[in-house]
C-alpha cells in the first residue's frame, strides 16, 4: 500500500503562485510515475502533469503547459506541483496520485485510470 498526503493549497489571489507538495509513504518500491489531478466543483477530475519517478520525463495537458511544473525529490519521496500565474479557473481540489503498474503506452502521461493510489486532496482557491 501506499500512502499519499497533500499540502501546500490555500487561497490566493490571481497572479499568485503556490507549490503543491505531496509526500509518499509505506510501499513506495516500486512507484513507476506519479502525477498531479484537480477536480472543480461540478466537473470532471482532470490531469494536470505526471512524471516518470526517478527520471527526467514530464508529461503535461495541452490546458497546463507553460504554468504548471511538476518535480519530485526522489530521495524525499516527496512530489510537487508549481503553479504561477494563478488563475480563478484554477480553483480546485488538487489531488497527488501514484502508479505501481506501467501504463499501457509506457508514458506518465496524467490519465486518470493508470494510476492506483490516491491522495486526499488539497484546495485550492483563487479569487480575482
Known amino acids: 500500500q501506499v500512502q499519499l498526503v497533500e499540502s501546500g493549497g490555500g487561497s490566493v489571489q490571481s497572479g499568485g503562485s503556490l507549490r503543491l507538495s505531496c509526500v509518499a509513504s509505506g510501499r513506495t518500491y516500486p512507484i513507476n510515475c506519479l502525477a498531479w489531478f484537480r477536480q472543480a466543483p461540478g466537473k470532471e477530475r482532470e490531469g494536470v502533469a505526471g512524471?516518470?519517478?526517478?527520471?527526467?520525463?514530464?508529461y503535461y495537458t495541452d490546458s497546463t503547459k507553460g504554468r504548471f511544473t511538476i518535480s519530485e525529490d526522489y530521495a524525499k519521496k516527496m512530489v510537487y506541483l508549481q503553479i504561477d500565474s494563478l488563475e480563478p479557473e484554477d480553483t480546485a481540489m488538487y489531488y497527488c496520485?501514484?502508479?505501481?503498474?506501467?501504463?499501457?503506452?509506457?508514458?506518465?502521461?496524467?490519465?486518470?485510470?493508470?494510476?492506483?493510489?490516491w491522495g486526499q486532496g488539497t484546495q485550492v482557491t483563487v479569487s480575482s
Open positions: 496520485a501514484a502508479a505501481t503498474r506501467w501504463p499501457s503506452d509506457g508514458n506518465c502521461n496524467p490519465v486518470a485510470k493508470d494510476y492506483n493510489y
Open positions: 512524471l516518470l519517478s526517478g527520471g527526467a520525463s514530464t
